[in-house]
């Protein structure tokens, strides 16, 4: 039955190019030549500018997925539509003009001498003049904060600049879609959310559907329409942020835990049998809960 459903979505889809969804990951698997079962058997959907997220543990599969959703795998089983068309009959060049993915080492992505030379290349191969080039490029860097550091080497740059600096190099081409591996890793708590608000205005302002792999379970989600948790190659979980947060035996198999609010709020619940109604994923929803539960006390 469920494969049933599947292969009537899919079907959907490829007949008539489903218009709401920029990607649809259909039945997808890879192992890579080593033998290594990487992914199994995945179905997501991201929606145009949705903002969504690939949660889980080292080694769940999240850069491969990430991979294979832009074509940079070979031998994969399984179906991804990008914008409603299968992506094996779309060359390279087709895919790179509407999704940007960025690395989770920003030193693997940046290569030219000076931020603005980097940031430059991939409008400036695209074929624009030199004014449109030198507008795009300030426009990426005043996106990503960096406005003034034109002219200073990559090098020199903090990681968390050189992890803007590669986003700003994919707004620079004008992609209407990211795929982000961790771009908070390695930040420390004020880059991380700093990066998550970034992000955010991007996705609300700009349009731009994001797609990122994350391991980090208390700021991430509070930013995300939906997330996908990933364990072991597969899909265990999807749904926005407090649907999927609400069974911590689960992700302790999965080795993720919840949110610390989340986890709080759940233990009062069952261990110590307080009626608290649903659980919160931020402090300023845990603080109303916990009023509306003690004035329920009292009255
Ligand atoms: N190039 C590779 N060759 C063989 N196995 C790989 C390769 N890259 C990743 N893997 C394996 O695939 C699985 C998923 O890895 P990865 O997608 O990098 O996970 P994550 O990004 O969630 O940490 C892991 O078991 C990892 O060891
Ligand atoms: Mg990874």
Same mark, same amino acid.
């Given at each position: 039955?469920?494969?049933? @459903? ?8 490829? #007949? ?45 599969? @999240? ?23 299968? +992506? ?20 693997? #992505? ?15 191969? %695209? ?10 490029? %300030? ?21 968390? #600049? ?14 209407? %879609? ?16 700093? %990066? ?32 996908? +948790? ?38 009062? @619940? ?25 004035? @329920?006390?009292?009255?």
């Amino acid at each position: 039955m469920d494969d049933l @459903k599947r292969a009537h979505n899919t079907e959907n889809i490829t #007949q008539t190019g489903n218009s709401e969804l920029m990607y649809s990951v259909r039945n997808l698997s890879y192992k890579y030549p080593d033998g290594t079962h990487a992914l199994s058997d995945i179905n997501l959907d991201v929606k145009k500018g949705e903002f969504v997220g690939l949660l889980g543990a080292n080694g769940s599969g @999240k850069t491969t997925l990430l991979r294979a959703m832009d074509k940079l795998l070979k031998g994969v089983e399984g179906s991804v539509y990008l914008d409603g068309i299968d +992506i094996r009959t779309l060359s390279p060049k087709e895919i790179y003009r509407k999704v940007g993915l960025v690395f989770q080492n920003p030193d693997d #992505q940046l290569f030219a001498p000076t931020l603005f030379e980097d940031v430059a290349f991939g409008p400036a191969n %695209m074929g624009f003049r030199s004014k449109e080039v030198e507008e795009r490029v %300030m426009n990426a860097l005043d996106e990503v904060e960096l406005t003034g550091l034109e002219r200073k080497s990559v090098h020199n740059l903090s990681f968390g #600049q050189r992890k803007r600096a590669c986003i700003a190099g994919l707004l620079a081409m004008g992609h209407e %879609m990211l795929l982000l591996d961790e771009p908070t890793a390695g930040l420390d708590p004020m880059g991380e959310y700093k %990066m998550m608000g970034l992000l955010q205005k991007l996705n609300r302002e700009k349009q731009v559907t994001i797609v990122m792999a994350t391991h980090s379970v208390d700021l991430v989600p509070l930013f995300l329409d939906k997330l996908y +948790i990933l364990s072991k190659g597969k899909i265990k979980r999807g749904g926005a942020p407090e649907e999927v947060f609400n069974a911590p035996e689960d992700m302790a198999n999965i080795k993720l835990r919840l949110p610390h609010i989340a986890e709080l709020i759940y233990r009062l @619940k069952h261990e110590d049998k307080l009626d608290f109604g649903r659980i919160p994923l931020t402090i300023g929803e845990a603080r109303r809960e916990i009023i509306k539960t003690m004035e @329920k006390k009292e009255s």
